[in-house]
Protein backbone atom coordinates (compact mmCIF):
# COMPACT_ATOMS: atom_id res chain seq x y z
CA UNK A 1 0.00 0.00 0.00
CA UNK A 2 1.22 3.75 -1.07
CA UNK A 3 -0.39 6.78 0.44
CA UNK A 4 -2.40 8.78 -2.15
CA UNK A 5 -0.72 11.73 -2.98
CA UNK A 6 -2.28 14.89 -4.83
CA UNK A 7 -0.73 13.86 -8.53
CA UNK A 8 -3.34 10.85 -7.74
CA UNK A 9 -6.32 12.89 -7.23
CA UNK A 10 -5.51 15.50 -10.40
CA UNK A 11 -5.04 11.96 -12.53
CA UNK A 12 -8.53 11.27 -11.59
CA UNK A 13 -10.14 15.08 -12.47
CA UNK A 14 -7.98 14.94 -15.97
CA UNK A 15 -9.30 11.30 -17.11
CA UNK A 16 -12.67 11.98 -16.48
CA UNK A 17 -12.43 16.21 -17.16
CA UNK A 18 -11.29 17.25 -20.27
CA UNK A 19 -9.85 21.22 -20.59
CA UNK A 20 -11.45 23.90 -22.83
CA UNK A 21 -8.88 23.92 -25.76
CA UNK A 22 -7.88 27.21 -27.66
CA UNK A 23 -8.27 27.94 -30.72
CA UNK A 24 -5.48 27.26 -33.35
CA UNK A 25 -3.67 24.92 -30.65
CA UNK A 26 -1.44 24.09 -33.52
CA UNK A 27 0.35 27.84 -33.41
CA UNK A 28 0.78 27.76 -29.55
CA UNK A 29 3.14 27.03 -27.35
CA UNK A 30 2.60 24.07 -24.17
CA UNK A 31 4.34 24.69 -20.90
CA UNK A 32 3.60 22.82 -17.68
CA UNK A 33 4.82 22.13 -14.04
CA UNK A 34 5.16 18.78 -13.13
CA UNK A 35 4.64 17.62 -9.70
CA UNK A 36 8.23 16.78 -9.72
CA UNK A 37 10.41 19.49 -11.18
CA UNK A 38 10.43 22.96 -12.98
CA UNK A 39 8.73 24.61 -15.60
CA UNK A 40 8.69 22.38 -18.94
CA UNK A 41 7.83 24.26 -22.14
CA UNK A 42 8.46 24.69 -25.87
CA UNK A 43 6.08 22.10 -26.32
CA UNK A 44 3.04 22.33 -29.63
CA UNK A 45 0.26 19.97 -30.02
CA UNK A 46 -1.48 19.36 -33.13
CA UNK A 47 -5.01 18.74 -32.20
CA UNK A 48 -7.54 17.79 -28.92
CA UNK A 49 -6.48 14.10 -28.82
CA UNK A 50 -3.28 15.15 -28.80
CA UNK A 51 -2.77 17.37 -25.89
CA UNK A 52 -5.58 15.28 -24.17
CA UNK A 53 -3.44 12.20 -24.03
CA UNK A 54 -0.83 14.37 -22.76
CA UNK A 55 -2.25 15.61 -20.13
CA UNK A 56 -3.62 11.82 -19.00
CA UNK A 57 -0.27 10.49 -19.57
CA UNK A 58 1.73 13.41 -18.14
CA UNK A 59 -0.71 15.04 -15.17
CA UNK A 60 0.79 18.42 -15.16
CA UNK A 61 0.35 20.18 -11.47
CA UNK A 62 0.09 23.50 -13.52
CA UNK A 63 -1.13 23.73 -17.49
CA UNK A 64 -0.04 26.69 -20.25
CA UNK A 65 -0.65 27.79 -23.23
CA UNK A 66 1.01 30.78 -25.02
CA UNK A 67 -1.16 33.60 -25.33
CA UNK A 68 0.66 34.37 -28.34
CA UNK A 69 0.64 32.54 -31.74
CA UNK A 70 3.56 31.22 -33.72
CA UNK A 71 4.50 29.20 -37.04
CA UNK A 72 6.96 27.20 -35.37
CA UNK A 73 5.65 27.24 -31.57
CA UNK A 74 8.01 24.29 -30.71
CA UNK A 75 11.17 25.76 -31.71
CA UNK A 76 13.22 26.69 -28.43
CA UNK A 77 14.19 30.53 -29.07
CA UNK A 78 11.80 32.88 -29.34
CA UNK A 79 13.27 34.38 -32.15
CA UNK A 80 12.99 31.12 -34.19
CA UNK A 81 9.66 30.09 -33.31
CA UNK A 82 8.43 33.23 -35.39
CA UNK A 83 5.86 35.26 -33.73
CA UNK A 84 2.32 36.01 -35.12
CA UNK A 85 0.24 38.04 -32.54
CA UNK A 86 -1.04 37.73 -29.20
CA UNK A 87 -3.80 38.13 -27.20
CA UNK A 88 -4.15 40.67 -24.84
CA UNK A 89 -3.95 38.94 -21.10
CA UNK A 90 -4.28 40.31 -18.03
CA UNK A 91 -3.42 38.82 -14.38
CA UNK A 92 -5.33 40.10 -11.47
CA UNK A 93 -4.51 39.00 -8.00
CA UNK A 94 -3.23 39.54 -4.48
CA UNK A 95 0.30 40.16 -5.21
CA UNK A 96 -0.36 43.86 -6.11
CA UNK A 97 -3.67 44.40 -3.62
CA UNK A 98 -2.78 46.76 -0.40
CA UNK A 99 -2.80 45.21 2.99
CA UNK A 100 -3.54 41.71 1.14
CA UNK A 101 -0.97 40.08 3.57
CA UNK A 102 -3.64 41.38 6.31
CA UNK A 103 -6.53 39.39 4.74
CA UNK A 104 -8.11 36.13 4.47
CA UNK A 105 -7.98 34.11 1.70
CA UNK A 106 -11.75 35.04 1.17
CA UNK A 107 -11.54 38.30 1.30
CA UNK A 108 -8.67 38.76 -0.89
CA UNK A 109 -10.62 37.05 -3.36
CA UNK A 110 -13.41 39.51 -2.86
CA UNK A 111 -10.97 42.54 -3.33
CA UNK A 112 -9.77 41.02 -6.52
CA UNK A 113 -13.37 41.03 -7.65
CA UNK A 114 -13.72 44.67 -7.58
CA UNK A 115 -10.27 45.27 -9.00
CA UNK A 116 -11.52 42.54 -11.88
CA UNK A 117 -14.83 44.38 -12.50
CA UNK A 118 -13.07 47.65 -12.93
CA UNK A 119 -10.90 46.56 -15.06
CA UNK A 120 -14.11 45.10 -17.61
CA UNK A 121 -15.41 48.24 -17.28
CA UNK A 122 -12.36 50.29 -18.65
CA UNK A 123 -12.10 47.57 -21.54
CA UNK A 124 -15.56 48.01 -22.43
CA UNK A 125 -16.46 51.70 -21.64
CA UNK A 126 -13.20 53.44 -22.23
CA UNK A 127 -11.66 51.11 -25.24
CA UNK A 128 -14.82 49.90 -26.76
CA UNK A 129 -14.01 46.25 -26.65
CA UNK A 130 -17.39 44.20 -26.56
CA UNK A 131 -18.06 41.12 -24.30
CA UNK A 132 -17.64 38.87 -27.07
CA UNK A 133 -14.34 39.78 -27.26
CA UNK A 134 -13.52 39.50 -23.82
CA UNK A 135 -13.10 36.25 -21.97
CA UNK A 136 -13.04 36.11 -18.17
CA UNK A 137 -11.93 33.23 -16.12
CA UNK A 138 -11.13 32.93 -12.04
CA UNK A 139 -7.73 31.79 -12.11
CA UNK A 140 -8.21 28.55 -9.48
CA UNK A 141 -5.80 30.51 -7.54
CA UNK A 142 -6.20 33.99 -5.96
CA UNK A 143 -7.74 36.08 -8.81
CA UNK A 144 -8.94 36.50 -12.57
CA UNK A 145 -7.44 36.07 -16.12
CA UNK A 146 -8.98 38.17 -18.68
CA UNK A 147 -8.61 37.24 -22.38
CA UNK A 148 -8.70 40.03 -24.67
CA UNK A 149 -9.52 38.38 -28.38
CA UNK A 150 -9.59 41.21 -30.95
CA UNK A 151 -7.48 41.80 -34.59
CA UNK A 152 -7.26 45.42 -33.23
CA UNK A 153 -4.47 43.90 -30.03
CA UNK A 154 -3.23 40.78 -32.21
CA UNK A 155 -0.15 42.74 -33.24
CA UNK A 156 0.59 45.26 -30.56
CA UNK A 157 4.17 45.16 -29.63
CA UNK A 158 4.69 45.12 -25.80
CA UNK A 159 5.36 49.23 -25.73
CA UNK A 160 1.60 49.55 -26.78
CA UNK A 161 0.69 46.95 -24.26
CA UNK A 162 2.14 48.91 -21.60
CA UNK A 163 0.55 51.96 -22.07
CA UNK A 164 -2.60 49.93 -22.02
CA UNK A 165 -1.31 48.71 -18.31
CA UNK A 166 -0.48 52.64 -17.92
CA UNK A 167 -4.03 53.62 -18.61
CA UNK A 168 -5.89 50.85 -16.35
CA UNK A 169 -3.52 51.47 -13.33
CA UNK A 170 -3.55 55.37 -13.73
CA UNK A 171 0.00 55.64 -14.31
CA UNK A 172 1.50 58.90 -15.33
CA UNK A 173 -1.36 61.46 -14.08
CA UNK A 174 0.33 64.19 -12.09
CA UNK A 175 -0.99 67.60 -10.10
CA UNK A 176 1.34 69.73 -12.05
CA UNK A 177 0.23 68.55 -15.62
CA UNK A 178 -3.29 68.51 -14.92
CA UNK A 179 -3.51 71.79 -13.96
CA UNK A 180 -2.53 72.68 -17.24
CA UNK A 181 -4.92 71.02 -19.34
CA UNK A 182 -7.70 73.04 -21.27
CA UNK A 183 -11.10 71.61 -20.39
CA UNK A 184 -12.13 69.50 -23.27
CA UNK A 185 -9.24 67.03 -21.67
CA UNK A 186 -11.59 66.37 -19.10
CA UNK A 187 -14.30 64.96 -21.67
CA UNK A 188 -13.18 61.76 -21.91
CA UNK A 189 -11.61 58.83 -20.65
CA UNK A 190 -9.70 58.67 -17.21
CA UNK A 191 -10.19 62.54 -16.97
CA UNK A 192 -13.54 62.24 -17.50
CA UNK A 193 -14.00 59.87 -14.49
CA UNK A 194 -11.97 61.97 -12.87
CA UNK A 195 -13.82 64.99 -13.00
CA UNK A 196 -16.98 63.20 -11.93
CA UNK A 197 -15.20 61.59 -9.21
CA UNK A 198 -14.76 65.05 -7.93
CA UNK A 199 -18.21 66.28 -8.30
CA UNK A 200 -19.41 63.54 -6.40
CA UNK A 201 -16.60 64.24 -3.72
CA UNK A 202 -17.74 68.44 -3.11
CA UNK A 203 -21.41 67.79 -3.32
CA UNK A 204 -21.06 65.88 0.03
CA UNK A 205 -17.86 67.57 1.64
CA UNK A 206 -18.70 70.20 3.99
CA UNK A 207 -16.33 72.30 6.43
CA UNK A 208 -15.72 69.75 8.97
CA UNK A 209 -14.92 66.82 6.72
CA UNK A 210 -12.56 68.96 5.29
CA UNK A 211 -11.13 69.92 8.73
CA UNK A 212 -10.41 65.98 9.20
CA UNK A 213 -9.24 65.32 6.01
CA UNK A 214 -6.41 68.05 6.10
CA UNK A 215 -6.12 68.13 9.85
CA UNK A 216 -5.65 72.38 10.08
CA UNK A 217 -8.33 74.48 11.32
CA UNK A 218 -9.96 74.77 7.55
CA UNK A 219 -13.28 76.88 8.90
CA UNK A 220 -15.04 78.63 6.63
CA UNK A 221 -13.32 76.89 3.43
CA UNK A 222 -16.63 76.27 2.08
CA UNK A 223 -17.57 79.41 2.62
CA UNK A 224 -14.72 81.50 0.54
CA UNK A 225 -15.40 78.53 -2.19
CA UNK A 226 -18.87 79.86 -2.98
CA UNK A 227 -17.67 83.58 -3.03
CA UNK A 228 -15.05 82.24 -5.31
CA UNK A 229 -17.64 81.42 -7.53
CA UNK A 230 -19.56 84.56 -7.40
CA UNK A 231 -21.88 83.30 -4.84
CA UNK A 232 -22.81 80.36 -6.70
CA UNK A 233 -23.34 77.48 -4.02
CA UNK A 234 -20.04 74.94 -4.05
CA UNK A 235 -22.92 72.14 -4.45
CA UNK A 236 -24.51 73.47 -7.43
CA UNK A 237 -21.01 74.25 -9.30
CA UNK A 238 -19.18 71.01 -9.29
CA UNK A 239 -22.64 69.00 -9.95
CA UNK A 240 -21.44 69.81 -13.85
CA UNK A 241 -18.72 67.26 -14.42
CA UNK A 242 -17.07 69.25 -16.91
CA UNK A 243 -14.08 71.67 -16.91
CA UNK A 244 -10.69 71.56 -15.35
CA UNK A 245 -11.47 71.17 -11.61
CA UNK A 246 -7.94 71.09 -10.63
CA UNK A 247 -7.17 74.08 -12.06
CA UNK A 248 -10.20 75.61 -10.30
CA UNK A 249 -8.95 74.69 -6.90
CA UNK A 250 -5.09 75.41 -7.78
CA UNK A 251 -7.14 79.07 -9.02
CA UNK A 252 -8.71 79.65 -5.76
CA UNK A 253 -6.04 78.74 -3.75
CA UNK A 254 -3.45 80.75 -5.08
CA UNK A 255 -5.72 83.58 -5.06
CA UNK A 256 -6.60 83.33 -1.05
CA UNK A 257 -3.11 82.25 -0.38
CA UNK A 258 -4.67 78.93 0.94
CA UNK A 259 -1.99 76.88 2.73
CA UNK A 260 -4.02 73.68 1.66
CA UNK A 261 -3.80 73.83 -2.09
CA UNK A 262 -1.35 70.64 -2.42
CA UNK A 263 -2.98 68.98 0.25
CA UNK A 264 -6.44 69.28 -1.67
CA UNK A 265 -5.39 68.66 -5.02
CA UNK A 266 -3.17 65.14 -3.81
CA UNK A 267 -6.02 63.63 -1.85
CA UNK A 268 -8.23 63.99 -4.42
CA UNK A 269 -6.15 62.27 -7.01
CA UNK A 270 -4.67 59.53 -5.02
CA UNK A 271 -8.23 58.50 -3.66
CA UNK A 272 -9.84 58.78 -7.50
CA UNK A 273 -6.69 56.11 -7.87
CA UNK A 274 -7.34 54.19 -5.12
CA UNK A 275 -11.17 53.74 -5.81
CA UNK A 276 -11.39 54.24 -9.96
CA UNK A 277 -7.84 51.67 -11.14
CA UNK A 278 -7.27 48.22 -11.69
CA UNK A 279 -4.47 46.47 -9.89
CA UNK A 280 -3.45 44.19 -13.00
CA UNK A 281 -0.05 42.91 -13.40
CA UNK A 282 1.05 44.75 -15.78
CA UNK A 283 3.77 42.29 -17.03
CA UNK A 284 1.84 39.49 -17.84
CA UNK A 285 -0.21 42.00 -20.02
CA UNK A 286 2.61 43.55 -22.10
CA UNK A 287 4.55 40.10 -22.47
CA UNK A 288 4.06 38.93 -26.32
CA UNK A 289 5.16 35.58 -25.23
CA UNK A 290 3.53 35.26 -21.99
CA UNK A 291 1.73 31.47 -20.74
CA UNK A 292 -1.16 31.28 -19.31
CA UNK A 293 -3.70 28.99 -17.27
CA UNK A 294 -5.61 26.39 -19.64
CA UNK A 295 -9.22 26.90 -18.96
CA UNK A 296 -10.72 24.04 -17.19
CA UNK A 297 -7.07 23.17 -15.98
CA UNK A 298 -6.52 22.69 -12.36
CA UNK A 299 -4.59 25.37 -10.02
CA UNK A 300 -1.69 22.80 -8.64
CA UNK A 301 -1.77 25.23 -4.99
CA UNK A 302 -5.53 25.26 -4.75
CA UNK A 303 -6.87 22.17 -6.90
CA UNK A 304 -9.87 24.46 -7.68
CA UNK A 305 -10.16 24.88 -11.19
CA UNK A 306 -9.58 27.54 -13.94
CA UNK A 307 -13.51 28.24 -14.33
CA UNK A 308 -14.79 30.27 -17.34
CA UNK A 309 -17.05 32.98 -16.37
CA UNK A 310 -19.80 35.11 -17.95
CA UNK A 311 -19.19 38.81 -17.35
CA UNK A 312 -22.75 38.79 -16.19
CA UNK A 313 -22.25 36.15 -13.61
CA UNK A 314 -18.94 37.94 -11.97
CA UNK A 315 -21.07 39.53 -9.48
CA UNK A 316 -22.70 36.18 -7.88
CA UNK A 317 -19.93 34.25 -8.69
CA UNK A 318 -18.91 32.56 -5.76
CA UNK A 319 -15.15 31.00 -5.87
CA UNK A 320 -14.56 28.66 -3.00
CA UNK A 321 -17.68 27.37 -4.30
CA UNK A 322 -18.23 26.76 -7.94
CA UNK A 323 -14.48 26.85 -8.86
CA UNK A 324 -14.45 23.50 -7.04
CA UNK A 325 -14.82 20.41 -9.60
CA UNK A 326 -18.01 18.31 -8.93
CA UNK A 327 -15.40 15.02 -8.90
CA UNK A 328 -14.50 16.24 -5.86
CA UNK A 329 -17.48 16.61 -4.41
CA UNK A 330 -19.61 14.13 -1.74
CA UNK A 331 -16.33 12.03 -0.73
CA UNK A 332 -15.00 12.34 2.75
CA UNK A 333 -11.70 11.80 3.31
CA UNK A 334 -9.19 11.72 6.43
CA UNK A 335 -6.08 14.15 6.85
CA UNK A 336 -3.55 15.51 8.86
CA UNK A 337 -3.97 18.95 9.78
CA UNK A 338 -0.04 19.95 10.32
CA UNK A 339 -0.78 22.93 11.47
CA UNK A 340 -2.29 24.32 14.53
CA UNK A 341 -5.84 25.37 13.25
CA UNK A 342 -6.97 25.85 10.11
CA UNK A 343 -10.41 27.90 8.96
CA UNK A 344 -12.10 28.29 5.97
CA UNK A 345 -15.41 28.88 4.19
CA UNK A 346 -16.09 26.35 1.16
CA UNK A 347 -19.00 24.62 -0.89
CA UNK A 348 -21.38 27.21 1.29
CA UNK A 349 -20.27 25.31 4.81
CA UNK A 350 -17.80 26.82 7.20
CA UNK A 351 -14.89 24.73 8.26
CA UNK A 352 -12.79 24.99 11.59
CA UNK A 353 -9.90 22.41 11.51
CA UNK A 354 -7.38 22.07 14.40
CA UNK A 355 -4.31 19.95 14.54
CA UNK A 356 -4.55 16.30 13.71
CA UNK A 357 -7.05 14.22 12.15
CA UNK A 358 -9.77 15.61 10.39
CA UNK A 359 -12.70 14.12 8.19
CA UNK A 360 -13.17 16.40 5.47
CA UNK A 361 -14.63 17.06 1.97
CA UNK A 362 -12.09 15.55 -0.69
CA UNK A 363 -11.89 18.83 -2.20
CA UNK A 364 -11.12 20.58 1.08
CA UNK A 365 -8.54 17.59 1.86
CA UNK A 366 -7.07 18.35 -2.12
CA UNK A 367 -7.23 21.99 -1.17
CA UNK A 368 -5.12 22.20 2.39
CA UNK A 369 -3.01 19.25 1.01
CA UNK A 370 -2.11 21.88 -2.05
CA UNK A 371 -1.42 24.81 0.29
CA UNK A 372 1.10 22.60 2.34
CA UNK A 373 -1.05 22.23 5.22
CA UNK A 374 -2.70 18.69 5.45
CA UNK A 375 -1.17 15.27 4.74
CA UNK A 376 -3.41 13.13 2.87
CA UNK A 377 -4.05 9.49 5.34
CA UNK A 378 -5.63 7.10 3.03
CA UNK A 379 -3.66 4.54 1.14
CA UNK A 380 -4.00 3.25 -2.25
CA UNK A 381 -3.90 -0.78 -3.05
Known amino acids: MEDLTLRDYFREYYLKNAVKIPDLLFKREIGYIPFSG ?27 YSSAYYNFPDKTKMVEKEWLGAELIFDLDADHIENADKMTYEQILEEVKKHTKRLLGTLIND ?8 HLYFSGGRGYHVHVESDKIYTLDSDARREIGDYIKIEGINIEDLKTLDDSHFNYGILKKLNKYISDFFTDINDENIHKLLGKNTNNYIKHLDKFFGGKKLIEFFKDTKGNKFKIIDTFDKLNNNEYNKTMLTYLLNQFKKEALAEIDEPVSTDIHRLIRFPLSLHGKTGLMVKPLLISDLNKFKPLNEGIPEIFKGVEKKINLTIDKFEINMDNQHFKLEKGINNVPLYLAIFTNAINVSEFIDKKY
Open 38 to 64: SMIRHRMYNNNVEIENFIKRTVPRHLY
Open 127 to 134: FGFNESNI
